[in-house]
């Protein structure tokens, strides 16, 4: 069974960077595109990058466009999202999510980690 579990996050100041990793168990890991995604209190999870597992090709929101950059690294089994230019409102629980085909939802979920970040 694929696991997912996130750390990095934490409290930073606004124009702050911050690194969050995703540890991956339970499958081949270069097999599998992997997204991170967040959650602000009360707004819906919303969509923040991905990184597919063919050619590591990316792809971000326009929100964090230019600031934010997702990456992996296949042996260690990890996904990261280096965060830069941190502004408050993004301040979320960040999830990281797994799967294997891109043709269905993210199947694979983590418990989150927080990310705060105040002005």
């Known amino acids: 069974q694929v696991q997912l579990v996130e750390s990095g996050g934490g409290s930073v100041q606004a124009g702050g960077s911050l690194r969050l990793s995703c540890a991956f168990s339970?499958?081949?890991?270069?097999?599998?595109?992997m997204g991170w995604f967040r959650q602000a209190p009360g707004k819906e999870r919303e969509f923040v990058a991905t990184i597919f597992s063919d050619d590591s090709s990316t792809y971000y929101a326009d929100s964090v466009k230019g600031r934010f950059i997702i990456s992996r690294d296949n042996p260690k089994n990890t996904v990261y999202l280096q965060m830069s230019s941190l502004k408050p409102e993004d301040t979320a629980v960040y999830y990281c999510?797994?799967?294997?085909?891109?043709?269905?939802?993210?199947?694979?979920w983590g418990q989150g980690t927080q990310v705060t970040v105040s002005s």
């Open positions: 339970g499958g081949p890991f270069s097999r599998y595109t």
């Open positions: 999510a797994a799967r294997l085909f891109v043709t269905e939802n993210y199947k694979y």
